[in-house]
């Protein structure tokens, strides 16, 4: 039988590689984790949903500012911000996580952390630093980069990605995005909320497109009111460098030609799988644009090497990452064929409001085929959102001919919280009556979970049925005020 240096080796300590590693060490596996940035992590917490999550409640504390009067306060005039200690905060919260996530404690749990950049030489073997380790088992969990798209000019002109926009020396004075998904919208409101003009380009006529489209222009609307300027069904034409400004040519829905220019360009287009250097082709582990093939048990074409996170192009989550991880520890380590199931796999956009999802939405419902119902039920009607100066927003959930939930989207104060007792409710198979019956603290933006429940059910408690059943059998008098 053949020998290795070690039960598994895992390339990239970003979440997916870093949950395979802290499972596998501590199941007794002996464990290689290796990273080409000189800190483990990832882009979740140096490019990613930390550092933007920390940007956007400073900008909302500086909104709040700006918006005292709204909460009986004094109006009071802020100065202009210095992103230099914006910077700073961002980076003392990614340093009190990165403890969590230092090469002492993989230790600490039994993992050998390696840095540096390896590529196969053989099915099981690797090349890393002048030296050749073996494993049993491989995970490749090597994330994704933004899409460098081939617009013309791009490659002439600086512009931004994820991995510039939080060390910036100072707050531009203007920012073009190209793009329209979650990372373009949660900048889009955090630069405008801090003194940015900011436009976004959007080539379709909506924007974070996997979403319902009457809870995307929801967003939209908020984010327009804020001072964001948006360009729907446009598609650029090409970039130029105007040395103290970049230019963007644009062409609208009728064909029009229009010239934008900013101080910045950010473009967030999409990302793609971080493939290339590894040898993959030379191993026979199959890729294309969107990512590494993966089977159900999160195996590439090659059955005893992995992939999990951002690389397989699926969800591209920090939490979807962290289940593959687990996916494959059962997989690799237990020998348990454990399958990915993403029906209930939830999501949030960090816009304020947030915009929250679990199971299916309309569109998703449609494409399948599914018959479905919606429910609604505004925040303006929630007594907490009303206090908290929050009116805008609605939850919307989805039955099938059954009755079932099929899904929920939330719009609205802290959706993403919100939405774990949802999670709960799918995960659990919980009924729709359990939710309506149980009592929520009054008052919190958590009665509208229950509300909505109780819309679909009160038609049928209060029918005119069951009112002339309990009639009947109790000889109740009817109405006391109005017409039967
Ligand atoms: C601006 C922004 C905001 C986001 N916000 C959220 C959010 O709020 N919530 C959320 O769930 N998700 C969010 N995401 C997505 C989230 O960051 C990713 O889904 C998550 O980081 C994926 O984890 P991963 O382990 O697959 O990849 P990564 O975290 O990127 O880790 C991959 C690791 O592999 C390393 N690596 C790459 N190539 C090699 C190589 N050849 N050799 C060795 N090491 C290598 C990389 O350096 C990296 O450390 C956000 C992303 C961005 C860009």
């Not at 999550?53 to 009986?72: E, P």
């Not at 497109?209 to 609307?221: G, I, P």
């Amino acid at each position: 039988m053949a020998t290795y240096d070690y039960d598994i080796g895992i390339i990239g300590g970003g979440a997916a590689g870093l949950t395979v590693a802290s499972g596998a060490a501590q199941l007794g596996a002996k464990t290689l984790l290796i990273e080409k940035e000189k800190e483990l992590g990832g882009d979740c917490l140096h490019f990613g949903c930390v550092p933007s999550k920390t940007l956007i409640r400073t900008a909302q504390v500086y909104h709040t500012m700006k918006n005292s009067r709204g909460f009986g306060l004094p109006t009071v005039q802020v100065p202009p911000i210095d992103f230099t200690n914006v910077k700073e905060r961002i980076q003392a919260v990614i340093a009190s996580i990165q403890k969590h996530d230092s090469e002492e404690r993989f230790c600490s749990l039994g993992a050998k952390v390696h840095f540096g950049e390896p590529a196969f030489v053989d099915e099981h073997s690797i090349r890393l630093n002048r030296e050749t380790i073996s494993a049993k088992t491989w995970v490749l969990a090597v994330g994704s980069s933004p899409d460098r798209p081939p617009i013309e000019g791009l490659n002439k002109t600086p512009y931004l990605t994820n991995k510039e926009i939080f060390s910036l020396d100072r707050l531009p004075a203007s920012m073009i995005i190209l793009g329209a998904g979650p990372i373009a919208i949660e900048m889009a409101q955090a630069f405008c909320r801090l003194g940015t003009k900011v436009f976004v380009i959007q080539r379709s006529g909506q924007i974070l497109t996997k979403e319902d489209k009457d809870m995307a222009d929801d967003v939209m609307q908020v984010l327009a009111s804020e001072g964001v300027t948006f360009y729907l069904n446009t598609s650029v034409l090409g970039v130029k460098d105007l040395c103290d400004e970049r230019q963007v040519l644009l062409k609208g829905r009728e064909g029009k030609t229009i010239g934008l220019a900013a101080e910045e360009l950010f473009v967030a287009m999409g990302r793609d799988p971080n493939v290339q250097g590894l040898n993959l082709e030379g191993i026979g582990v199959e890729f294309d644009r969107k990512g590494i093939k993966v089977d159900e048990r999160m195996r590439t074409s090659q059955k005893h090497v992995y992939a999990a996170g951002d690389v397989t192009g699926k969800f591209q989550f920090t939490h979807a990452a962290g289940y593959e991880g687990g996916i494959v520890v059962s997989n690799a380590i237990f020998r348990l064929p454990r399958k990915v199931k993403y029906s209930f796999l939830p999501w949030c956009t960090y816009t304020d409001p947030e915009l929250a999802s679990i199971g299916m939405n309309e569109k998703r419902a449609r494409e399948a085929g599914i018959e479905y119902s919606v429910y609604t039920e505004a925040f303006k009607s929630n007594d907490r959102s009303l206090a908290e100066g929050e009116q805008i927003g609605k939850i919307k959930m989805l039955l099938d001919q059954n009755e079932k939930p099929l899904g929920v989207q939330i719009f609205g104060p802290q959706a993403g919280e919100l939405l774990s007792e949802w999670v709960a409710v799918f995960n659990g198979k919980v009924g729709l009556s359990t939710l309506a019956a149980a009592i929520h603290p009054y008052p919190t933006l958590g009665e509208i979970n229950k509300r909505v429940a109780g819309l679909y059910l009160s038609p049928k408690i209060f029918s005119d049925r069951i009112r002339k059943g309990l009639k009947f059998f109790f000889h109740l008098k009817g109405r006391a005020c109005g017409e039967e």
